[in-house]
C-alpha cells in the first residue's frame, strides 16, 4: 500500500494500518505530542487505535513547539 507522510511517498507491507501503528512504523519519537491530519482532516487522539490508513491517504504529523518572546 503506497499513502504519503508529511509530502513523501511511503510503503507500508501489511494494510490496514492504524494511526497509532503509523506513528509507531515512522518511529515519531514524543507521539503524544503530534497531532495528526488524515487526508486533511485532524484526527481525534482518542481515534488514533481505530483509524486506519487506505491506499493514497494523506498524512501529515504536525509538531507543536513551544516558545516565547523574549
Known amino acids: 500500500m503506497i499513502i504519503s507522510v508529511n ?4 510503503f507500508l507491507n501489511e494494510p490496514p494500518v492504524s494511526i497509532n501503528e503509523l506513528l509507531v512504523v515512522s518511529e515519531v519519537e514524543s507521539p503524544e505530542m503530534v ?3 488524515l487526508n ?3 484526527i481525534e487522539r482518542e481515534k488514533y487505535e481505530d ?3 487506505a491506499e ?3 498524512v501529515d ?4 513547539m513551544g516558545g ?3
Open 7 to 10: 509530502g513523501e511517498e511511503k
Open 35 to 37: 497531532s495528526v491530519l
Open 40 to 42: 486533511g482532516k485532524v
Open 51 to 53: 483509524t486506519f490508513i
Open 56 to 58: 493514497h491517504d494523506e
Open 61 to 64: 504529523f504536525l509538531y507543536f
Open 68 to 70: 516565547g518572546s523574549r
